[in-house]
């Protein structure tokens, strides 16, 4: 097959030297890339769909399909091999990392440089801060990662998590949940959610994890590849990362145009929610570092050593795994 490409290549290129009187460099084929998102489009992908958009993997030579994720997670279709890239979260991905069942992942860029996530609540009413919560209706995933964390900013403050109502999370949208009174607090990530609050008017009160634990400050989402794609072809990794450090680049130097391509590629999202969430983005996606992507394995590990500590990992996470920096553009 390679031969017979090689061959249509360079007939191709003699043609064109007999016409125009020179020869003219033949492109080198396309790589495919297949890239598995977290979820639905949001504003953690637009550097994807900026990339896309402006031909920047076309220009790298790939060719890149964003397919949603299988109900198992897009952890499993990297790992597979199915997708050679794909959108994770540092605490979720700690279950694979370690063990017989080990997943063949690596984290190869931070999305965004700081954990945006922490609680959200009706404002007013005494939950600006985590003791706040004693007595009050928390949404829970009841994950057992979760509730750790949930009790150590607690306790932290003063309070006691015994005291705070767990209620099976059913929220889809945190505006309705808040506004109905079914719930009085839940955990968002809020360069969507707590955006979106704002966006629909809505008074509430927020405290961020990283600011009670700095801990917490771990790297939520990331960008996962296949290990055996990385050992095999890690000019192909460092041409994608490339290019999508370009959309990323573009999406902080220009959130308006950047909420207007990811709202082409997915028209069913709310124009002014996407365009908040992206200028706040904007400013978080790089944050204070210079280079794009890049894991501090200050706090990586720190996140994973608490979690070692607190016995909430079925065996240690060594220092140092899950994450490369290898693979970035400077």
């Known amino acids: 097959m390679k031969k017979r490409l090689f061959a249509a290549c360079l007939a191709g290129v003699l043609a064109v030297g007999m016409i125009g009187g020179g020869l003219t460099a033949c492109a080198e084929e396309t790589k495919d890339i297949t890239f598995v998102l977290d979820w639905t489009p949001n504003t953690n992908h637009t550097g994807l769909y900026v990339a896309q958009a402006k031909g920047y993997f076309e220009e790298a030579g790939l060719n890149v399909e964003i397919v949603q994720p299988p109900e198992d997670g897009a952890e499993l279709l990297v790992a597979s091999g199915k997708a050679e890239f794909g959108v994770s979260f540092q605490d979720t991905m700690a279950p694979a990392l370690i063990g017989d069942a080990a997943l063949p992942i690596t984290a190869v860029a931070a999305l965004i440089q700081h954990n945006t996530s922490g609680i959200v609540s009706r404002a007013g009413e005494g939950m600006d ?55 009085d607090a839940i955990w968002i990530f809020y360069a969507w959610a707590g955006i979106a609050t704002e966006v629909a008017g809505l008074d509430t009160d927020y405290f961020a994890f990283k600011d009670i634990n700095e801990v917490f400050d ?16 890690p000019e192909t990794a460092k041409a994608f990362l490339n ?31 996407v365009l908040a969430s992206q200028k706040y983005l904007a400013d978080q996606y790089k944050a204070e570092v210079d280079q794009w992507g890049y894991i501090d394995p200050e706090r990586w590990n720190a996140f994973y050593n608490w979690l070692n500590e607190n016995g909430l990992t079925e065996e240690e996470i060594p220092e140092n795994t899950g994450f490369s920096n290898e693979y970035l553009p400077e």
Request: aromatic share 6%; proline share 5%.
């Open 129 to 183: 801060t985590p003791k706040g919560l004693e007595g009050k209706k928390y949404a829970t995933w009841d994950l057992e990662v979760e509730k750790a964390m949930m009790q150590n900013v607690v306790e932290a403050d003063g309070g006691d998590f015994s005291k705070v109502e767990l209620i099976p999370s059913t929220v889809t949208d945190e505006v309705s949940a808040l506004e109905s009174k079914s719930v």
């Open 218 to 233: 771990y790297y939520t989402p990331v960008l996962i590849a296949n290990n055996d794609f990385l050992a095999e072809d």
């Open 243 to 273: 290019a999508l450090k370009k959309g990323y680049e573009d999406a902080i130097a220009d959130p308006e145009e950047a909420a207007e391509i990811l709202c082409a590629a997915a028209p069913e999202l709310s124009e002014d929610l």
